[in-house]
T-cell receptor, first 110, second 113 residues
Framework: EAQVTQNPRYLITVTGKKLTVTCSQN?????MSWYRQDPGLGLRQIYY???????DKGDVPEGYKVSRKEKRNFPLILESPSPNQTSLYFC?????????FGSGTRLTVV | GENVEQHPSTLSVQEGDSAVIKCTYS??????FPWYKQELGKRPQLIID?????GEKKDQRIAVTLNKTAKHFSLHITETQPEDSAVYFC????????????FGQGTELSVKP
C-alpha cells in the first residue's frame, strides 16, 4: 500500500530536549515536505526536499532541521524544542497529483 | 509571494443543501489545484483536483470549477450529508509533478441533520 509513515503519533517532551520525528514514504517520490498545523493558521511549510541531499527552507523553518540522506526518509529534527513548537506536524510526499500526507504527529513541549 | 485566499472560514448548512467554498490565487503560473478534506484529528485527504487545461471536474456529489482569467476556483458539494462535516483546504501549485502546494486557510464545514 502506497503510504507515508510518520512516528511517533503523539509526543510530550520538555523544553530543550532534542527530538526527531521520522517520516518514510514507499512511493519513490522525490519531493517531500514537512508542515505544521495550528488553529487558525492552516498548514504552514517548515522545510522541503526536492531530492536526496537537496533540502530548503519553507515558510517557518526557525528551530527545525531536516536531512534527506535517502529518497524514502525525511526526518524532522528539533535540536532544542520550545513551547511555541507545540503543534500538529504532517509529513507529505508528492509526485503527480497532490500530496500524500502522513498520519500526523501531535507534539507538546512543556 | 504566491498566496491562496479561501472563503468562508466557516460554513454551516442543512443536510441536503449545497455548499460552496471559494479560493483565489495570486500566481497566474499556477496550473494545479487540489482540494483536501480533513476530519477531526486526521490527516488531510485529497478529494478532487483540477488542472489548468480544464474548466470543471465532477466526482459524484463534489465538483470543482476553475476560472483562470479571474484566478479563482471553487468546490461545490451537493446533497450534503453529516459525514461531509470537516475542514476543507484548497491549494495551488505551479508544478504538475513534485513541488510545493500553497494552501488556503481552510473552511470548517458543518452539516446539520
Amino acid at each position: 500500500e502506497a503510504q507515508v509513515t510518520q512516528n511517533p503519533r503523539y509526543l510530550i517532551t520538555v523544553t530543550g530536549k532534542k527530538l526527531t520525528v521520522t517520516c518514510s514514504q514507499n512511493m519513490n517520490h522525490e519531493y517531500m515536505s514537512w508542515y505544521r498545523q495550528d488553529p487558525g493558521l492552516g498548514l504552514r511549510q517548515i522545510y522541503y526536499s526536492m531530492n536526496v541531499e537537496v533540502t530548503d527552507k519553507g515558510d517557518v523553518p526557525e528551530g527545525y532541521k531536516v536531512s534527506r540522506k535517502e529518497k524514502r526518509n525525511f526526518p524532522l529534527i528539533l535540536e532544542s524544542p520550545s513551547p511555541n513548537q507545540t503543534s500538529l506536524y504532517f509529513c507529505a510526499s508528492r509526485w503527480e497529483g497532490g500530496y500524500t500526507f502522513g498520519s500526523g504527529t501531535r507534539l507538546t513541549v512543556v | 509571494g504566491e498566496n491562496v485566499e479561501q472563503h468562508p472560514s466557516t460554513l454551516s448548512v442543512q443536510e441536503g443543501d449545497s455548499a460552496v467554498i471559494k479560493c483565489t490565487y495570486s500566481d497566474s503560473a499556477s496550473n494545479y489545484f487540489p482540494w483536501y478534506k480533513q476530519e477531526l484529528g486526521k490527516r488531510p485527504q485529497l478529494i478532487i483536483d483540477i488542472r489548468s487545461n480544464v474548466g470543471e471536474k465532477k466526482d459524484q456529489r463534489i465538483a470543482v470549477t476553475l476560472n483562470k482569467t479571474a484566478k479563482h476556483f471553487s468546490l461545490h458539494i451537493t446533497e450534503t450529508q453529516p459525514e461531509d462535516s470537516a475542514v476543507y483546504f484548497c491549494a495551488a501549485s505551479k508544478h504538475n509533478q513534485g513541488g510545493k502546494l500553497i494552501f488556503g486557510q481552510g473552511t470548517e464545514l458543518s452539516v446539520k441533520p
